[in-house]
């Protein structure tokens, strides 16, 4: 059951793959399975790319609406194979706006990933700076970003789902 909760200052979203930790690892981290990310009605020509150490970056592009376009992506502040993932989300000229210089003033994303059994228990978490003023956090709670995640993680659910049915 798909759960979703409201922090002080993030949410946390929690969801259960029928896919082995390292493999949903994978799904967030190879460009070649990044296919789920993207609006399953919208198309992009823009290959995903990820450096995949901390330090490095991810971005693809997100589209909309054929009118709404941008790049989105993450700088890893941290890599634990098959286990956790954390990155300041963003991307330089994308949304949200990513300042290399400055990357604690960007949210952080963090992802837990838990064996369940065969499957997989992944917490998710978006956690805003301690610097965002209650007035800014509130924006982001409303802006659509809950609503946004909460789509995006249930196509990956959705992808594994339909791999499973399909054998």
Not at 49 to 72: A, H
Not at 148 to 161: K, P, S
Request: some cysteine; hydrophobic content about 40%; overall charge negative.
């Amino acid at each position: 059951m798909p759960a979703s909760y409201a922090l002080d200052r993030g949410i946390a979203l929690q969801r259960t793959f029928a896919a082995p930790a390292s493999v949903v690892f994978e799904a967030w981290t190879d460009p070649a399975y990044l296919d789920w990310y993207f609006n399953p009605d919208q198309h992009t020509d823009q290959p995903a790319t990820v450096d995949l150490r901390v330090g490095g970056q991810w971005r693809q592009e997100m589209v909309e609406t054929p009118e709404k376009r941008y790049f989105t992506g993450g700088v890893y502040r941290e890599i634990v194979p098959g286990k956790k993932l954390a990155f300041y989300w963003g991307a330089v000229g994308g949304w949200p706006e990513l300042d290399l210089d400055n990357l604690d003033e960007s949210p952080l994303v963090t992802i837990q990933l838990t064996p369940y059994g065969a499957q997989t228990l992944m917490d998710f978490h978006v956690q805003f700076p301690d610097q965002y003023t209650p007035e800014r956090v509130d924006w982001w709670m409303n802006c659509g970003m809950v609503a946004g995640w909460n789509m995006t993680i249930d196509r990956l659910v959705a992808v594994y789902e339909a791999a499973r049915r399909a054998g």
